[in-house]
């Protein structure tokens, strides 16, 4: 059979996106191997996207994410007219989408599961905290319509019970990095420790900066702060600047970042990426939220990058303590440093084989299909599509 998927990956972000995108690389990692085995994919998604697709759908021809951190009543206009781009083309269609897979906050299954038939049925993943939006998942009706999936066990064993009885089960993320990961040559290591992905309280960056002057081991931050990827673009920005991870980084981190013991290198992508993560000691992820999917988690894993990081959201699905990682209690910044001491132990060989085995696109987009099974059954369609399609 020839199915036809709509991904709506959201006006943010290109897919792929230039260097940091969580959803867009889920969504650029998911797309090839769906249309391999295929399915047809019709993705909502920005102009300057290259993802190649059967079909392109966008408004905007550029990403939005710079607005995302301006007033609500600014920038609701910009999702909001996404949307409706999306609604259009599923009423276009008529019955020649089968299933919509949704990756908007809040927007996507609020407008989409108000389709009603004969829209076709939507799967919308989570991959946020799901306390943010307490008032909409509390309350939230699929209409029939509508499924959620997580993107690991513990994210959703925090939904409120409405969400949860929408919820098909949960899917890991994956990476481009995990195929073959065990047998491509690992990174020669200098010993300093990274932390890999936008800079923002909840990722603890400030904790990292103090562990690294308090063990003296190298540091390197990696990932934008704000809208701003580089040291430069940062700098030129107004001091009055009301993006609120804008003022974390000048009042918390930035005081911690001498050049030397804690550098900050922007975003980094492709081979920059790859050796930057590949030749450090460990990985950190001195969280302060219930992480939900952990995309730099599986990366570091990839590259034979061991793990260290607070106990915290998914980081127990993704990383086996004493094998792959070392996680401590949230909060114990003496366990924390303790353990990038002793992390050197632990093999890079296994990681890699670890990511190679769990982690890879093939591997996401058989669960996924396996959801959309579910999906389309939950409707009185049943299908087995990993045998119907060529694999």
Known sequence: MTMTVLVNAGPWLAVPPAGYGGIENVVAALVPELRRRGIRVLLATVGSSTLPVEQRISVFPDGQFAELQRPYNQVMGVAAAHLHRVVREVRRAGGAIDLVHDHQEAFGPTVLSALGPPAPPVLHTLHWDLSKH??????????????????????????????????????????????????????????????????????????????????????????????????????????????????????????????????????????????????????????????????????????????VGFRRGCLPELVEDGRTGLLVDPGDEDALADATGRVAALDPGVCRQEAARRFTPARMAERYIRLYERVLARRGRRVDLLRAVPG
């Open 134 to 307: 307490p008032a909409l998942y509390s309350n939230i009706d699929g209409g029939g319509g509508l499924w959620v999936n997580g993107v690991s066990f513990a994210q959703l064993s925090t939904a409120p019970r409405a969400l949860r009885a929408l919820s098909v089960g949960h899917v890991h993320l994956a990476t481009p990095l995990a195929v073959q990961a065990h047998r491509r040559p690992q990174h020669a290591k200098r010993g300093h420790l990274i932390v890999l992905g936008r800079i923002t309280r909840y990722k603890g960056q400030h904790v990292a900066a103090r562990l690294a002057h308090r063990t003296g081991r190298d540091l390197v931050l990696a990932g934008p702060v704000g809208p701003f990827h580089s040291p430069g673009r940062l700098a030129a920005a107004e001091r009055g600047e009301a993006n609120p991870d804008v003022r974390y980084w000048r009042e918390e981190v930035a005081p911690l970042v001498d050049g030397g013991r804690v550098r900050w290198v922007g975003t980094v992508c492709g081979e920059d990426r790859d050796e930057l993560v590949g030749s450090a000691r460990a990985s950190l992820f001195p969280i302060d939220w219930e992480e939900p999917g952990g995309t730099a988690v599986v990366e570091s894993l990839a590259l034979g990058t061991p793990v």
